[in-house]
């Protein structure tokens, strides 16, 4: 085939692609192909990701990347799905990341505020949005925080409920009297040590270490440490690892939970897991009824456990660390309850004060 041949085909396709379509052939009623002006870094491409869908990387990233429990991370997903519904409501669609802006989350803080939700409230959903804004940042998602430069609400500073020892051991005594010998292994643990539920929820068998305690234990932030343990206590839950784990789990393994819930209904069989913090809240509750303090909450135990430490010993530092606060100003809190030591820091007092009054008088 010559050239002039071939640039007479072409001619004849040119000629044909001009002919009117056929009668029977609709032509589709496609609109224009929508163009996005895609930025070097791919950010104006981003800004169109539902939020939703980045909420739950953020939340495995919390969970497996910076190792927050599993209750942490649902309180994160909780807050920060409070935020993308308001923000749904507020721009009428699926929010996106170009609606994290400054307005919109003053407009929640607002929103929040007139519900009359706590300060502490407001300033922990504030700081949970916060980290969720930093994390896309990191990711060059969003270009700067938002929240950084708007006001933050003060922190409140209120003395925590404080239950007394003869609380604290009375739920000792109800839960032995029921005879749960799990229950009354997490309540020793609670009693004992002061341990966050998460961080009891989450035991393992292999952290049981002898006489001495139980190393590795998960706590507030992604971290690990060692808390030590009252003797008897440990003995309890050695026994109790044998005589009703055991039995229950059959083999068991380092990394088998220490505590396991079961539920069902009759005839539908029951369901077995480990539990959780929620599961220790209830346990609580319940428990508390049964001795007439049913605003009991495991925190309050850990607050509990505090004061008494700090009553026997008066040193700030070991309570500290004990609990396992990073700074001590956390712990200060304690020295506004009113402990016994302040008390009798002034009682040499007590007799000068006398003499002088009954000279007076």
Same mark, same amino acid.
């Given at each position: 085939?010559?050239?002039? #041949?071939?640039?007479?085909?072409?001619e004849?396709?040119?000629?044909?692609?001009?002919m009117?379509?056929?009668?029977?052939?609709?032509?589709?009623?496609?609109?224009?192909?929508?163009? $996005?002006?895609?930025?070097?870094?791919?950010?104006?491409?981003?800004?169109?990701? $539902?939020?939703?869908?980045?909420?739950?990387?953020?939340?495995?990233?919390?969970?497996?990347?910076?190792?927050?429990?599993?209750?942490?991370?649902?309180?994160?997903?909780?807050?920060?799905?409070?935020?993308?519904?308001?923000?749904?409501?507020?721009v009428?669609?699926?929010?996106?990341?170009?609606?994290?802006t400054?307005?919109?989350?003053?407009?929640?803080?607002?929103?929040?505020?007139?519900?009359?939700?706590?300060?502490?409230?407001?300033?922990?959903r504030?700081?949970?949005?916060s980290?969720?804004?930093?994390?896309?940042?990191? $990711?060059?998602?969003?270009?700067?925080?938002?929240?950084?430069?708007?006001?933050?609400?003060?922190?409140?500073?209120?003395?925590?409920?404080?239950?007394?020892?003869?609380i604290?051991?009375?739920?000792? #005594?109800?839960?032995?009297?029921?005879?749960?010998?799990?229950?009354?292994?997490?309540f020793? !643990?609670?009693?004992?040590?002061?341990?966050?539920r998460?961080?009891?929820?989450?035991?393992? !068998?292999?952290?049981?270490?002898?006489?001495?305690?139980?190393?590795?234990?998960?706590?507030?932030?992604?971290?690990?440490?060692? !808390?030590?343990?009252? #003797?008897?206590?440990?003995?309890?839950?050695?026994?109790?690892?044998?005589?009703?784990?055991?039995?229950?789990?059959?083999?068991?393994t380092?990394?088998t939970?220490?505590?396991?819930?079961?539920?069902?209904?009759?005839?539908?069989?029951?369901?077995?897991?480990?539990?959780?913090?929620?599961?220790?809240?209830?346990?609580?509750?319940?428990?508390?009824?049964?001795?007439?303090?049913?605003?009991l909450?495991?925190?309050?135990?850990?607050?509990?456990v505090?004061?008494?430490?700090?009553?026997?010993?008066?040193?700030?530092?070991?309570v500290?660390?004990?609990?396992?606060?990073?700074?001590?100003?956390?712990?200060?809190?304690?020295?506004?309850?009113?402990?016994?030591?302040?008390?009798?820091?002034?009682?040499?007092?007590d007799?000068?004060?006398?003499?002088?009054?009954? !000279?007076?008088?």
């Open positions: 085939m010559d050239f002039e #041949e071939c640039t007479g085909r072409v004849d396709l040119g000629e044909a692609a001009m009117p379509l056929d009668g029977w052939l609709i032509p589709p009623h496609t609109g224009p192909t929508r163009r $996005r002006d895609r930025s070097p870094d791919g950010r104006t491409e981003a800004m169109a990701q $539902r939020v939703v869908d980045l909420l739950e990387q953020f939340c495995q990233y919390q969970l497996k990347q910076r190792g927050k429990t599993a209750g942490g991370v649902g309180t994160y997903r909780y807050n920060l799905g409070q935020f993308l519904r308001f923000a749904q409501a507020h009428g669609r699926i929010a996106r990341i170009e609606d994290l400054p307005a919109t989350i003053q407009a929640w803080m607002d929103d929040m505020a007139a519900s009359n939700l706590s300060i502490n409230t407001l300033r922990c504030q700081a949970m949005l980290s969720f804004c930093n994390w896309l940042v990191k $990711r060059n998602l969003l270009a700067a925080n938002p929240i950084l430069k708007m006001d933050r609400p003060p922190r409140q500073s209120m003395p925590p409920a404080v239950p007394s020892a003869a604290m051991d009375a739920l000792i #005594e109800a839960t032995r009297e029921r005879g749960h010998a799990r229950d009354l292994a997490v020793l !643990v609670l009693r004992f040590t002061g341990m966050r998460e961080s009891v929820a989450t035991l393992r !068998v292999g952290q049981l270490d002898g006489a001495w305690g139980l190393r590795g234990v998960r706590v507030k932030g992604g971290k690990v440490r060692d !808390v030590p343990v009252p #003797e008897p206590v440990m003995r309890f839950l050695q026994s109790y690892v044998v005589e009703v784990l055991s039995p229950a789990q059959g083999p068991l380092p990394g939970p220490l505590f396991w819930s079961s539920w069902g209904k009759r005839g539908m069989g029951k369901t077995r897991a480990p539990m959780t913090g929620k599961n220790i809240w209830r346990l609580c509750k319940v428990y508390g009824a049964r001795i007439g303090y049913p605003m909450k495991p925190h309050d135990l850990r607050h509990g505090a004061m008494e430490v700090l009553g026997e010993h008066g040193n700030l530092e070991e500290r660390a004990l609990l396992g606060h990073t700074r001590i100003d956390t712990t200060q809190v304690y020295t506004t309850i009113r402990p016994p030591q302040l008390k009798q820091a002034v009682g040499f007092y007799d000068h004060a006398a003499r002088l009054l009954a !000279v007076e008088a």
